[in-house]
């Protein structure tokens, strides 16, 4: 075989390879398909809590977009909603997106309640919601609320200066707290024991916070015979005098000590001394995940029987102790009166009662709910946890949210100088010496 020909066959060989070579990649990339984000804040993938919202998603998820193929503000709206629905369709492919134009199918439009070009409707299990903006948040909270199995109720005891769950007062925990609670699916009411002729069997979780004035008996009574019957409670318990639940506390076979925790953690952190932080959680399903700090303001010790199942959630102050006399205004220790810490100050308790799950949460706090303190740290996502928990809807806790980085630089005037300098004056200069030089050597030689 000639030289010639034998270069020919090197040269079909090396296309042949390299087109196996080619085709196979594409192949595996097709067959096997790896993604990276490799932006430094993350802006081409999903937060944690919102994977975690779409893993719990079983179903299709059908979303119908009303949107022009050109809007007069955002251009090409069409290929926007796209772009962002596929950072979710890269984690639940089975998010099926129809696009229809309301002014080509105006009929379709009227009959879908369709007000504003590029609105949504979110479909997921019979469900749907429309959406008229496009954020993260808005759209992992709306697919959190069809998640849910059922509609949530949420009653919080009121009648005697309680805190409300749709209030706004400071002492109330309506915002950011119950906000919240409705922004994830769940229905919330108030509940007037001395009027309503018994706690409803069939809500979610009954809320009860700290009472102002003693409940009568009949309303104990009310609220006994709930817990026995198995309802799931979130109970907030304020350091002060229990107005007459007594009774429900001894049901639970809880011991609430006198006395306000004091946290040494606190003070250095430039925080009330009176503030227990939580920093450190014990294994649970409402925990789990859970690493952020809490602040629960003049909390009290929880206490209980042995033998009652209850769980710790929250322990406090490991340099602290419970004080008697914070309340005077005197925070020192007390060797004869005060104990150290550390302190438990949340707990859990599951249990079945008449062949019903029960589950209940007592937190020794009202504040640390609060709309003047439900902002420290993590309390609205733990609370947020506590009833998911307590709704039956663990699946749903919230996760720690991704920390944001600081992407700014900040530049002294002096660096700014030096920057400009180099790049617009000295590095223009530095070439064209170098190209000089190199036109001066070549016309010597």
Not at 59 to 74: F, I, K, M, P, R
Not at 95 to 108: A, R
Not at 166 to 190: R, T
Not at 327 to 335: E, H, S, T
């Amino acid at each position: 075989m000639s030289h010639q020909w034998l270069t020919v066959l090197r040269k079909l060989l090396f296309v042949v390879l390299l087109l196996s070579i080619v085709s196979g990649l594409g192949y595996l990339a097709y067959r096997y398909p790896v993604q990276r984000d490799v932006t430094f804040v993350g802006m081409n993938s999903l937060e944690p809590a919102s994977v975690d919202v779409l893993n719990t998603l079983t179903g299709a998820v059908s979303v119908t977009v009303y949107a022009t193929e050109q809007d007069a503000q955002h251009g090409d709206l069409r290929k926007i909603i796209r772009d962002f629905f596929s950072l979710y369709q890269r984690y639940k492919s089975d998010i099926k997106l129809t696009f229809i134009d309301p002014e080509k199918e105006s009929d379709k439009a009227r009959a879908a309640h369709i007000q504003l070009n590029g609105e949504m409707i979110i479909e997921y299990a019979g469900r749907s919601e429309h959406l008229t903006k496009l954020n993260e948040p808005l759209l992992t909270n709306t697919l959190m609320r069809l998640a849910r199995s059922s509609n949530q109720t949420v009653m919080y005891l009121d009648g005697h200066g309680e805190r409300k769950l749709d209030g706004a007062a400071n002492f109330d925990l309506g915002n950011p707290f119950g906000a919240k609670l409705k922004q994830n699916g769940f229905k919330i009411s108030s509940l007037n024991l001395a009027i309503a002729p018994d706690i409803p069997q069939n809500i979610s979780v009954l809320v009860i916070t700290h009472p102002q004035l003693d409940l009568m008996a009949g309303e104990v009574d009310k609220l006994v015979r709930y817990v026995e019957n198995g309802g799931n409670l979130l109970w907030l318990v304020d350091a002060d005098n229990l107005h007459g639940l007594e009774r429900l506390a001894e049901k639970l076979e809880l011991i609430l000590p006198s006395g306000i925790v004091i946290d040494p953690a606190a003070q250095e952190m430039r925080a009330p001394v009176t503030w227990a932080l939580g920093a450190g959680y014990m294994p649970h399903a409402i925990t789990q995940n859970f690493d952020l700090i809490t602040a629960f303001p003049s909390a009290r010790p929880l206490l209980w029987n042995e033998h009652a199942g209850w769980k710790t959630l929250v322990e406090v102050a490991p340099r602290g102790w419970v004080s008697q006399t914070a309340l005077l205004g005197k925070f020192d220790f007390d060797k004869r009166n005060d104990t150290k810490g550390p302190v438990a100050i949340a707990a859990a308790l599951q249990r079945t009662v008449n062949d019903r799950d029960q589950r209940i949460v007592v937190v020794g706090s009202g504040e640390f709910l609060a709309n003047s303190f439900a902002g420290n740290g993590g309390n609205v996502t733990l609370g947020l946890n506590m009833l998911n928990w307590l709704s039956n809807d663990e699946r749903l806790i919230t996760l720690n949210p991704r920390p944001s980085k600081d992407v700014k630089l900040a530049l002294s005037e002096k660096q700014l100088v030096g920057i400009s300098l180099t790049f617009l004056i000295g590095l223009p200069l530095l070439l064209a010496g170098w190209g000089g030089y190199l036109w001066w050597k070549r016309r010597r030689a």
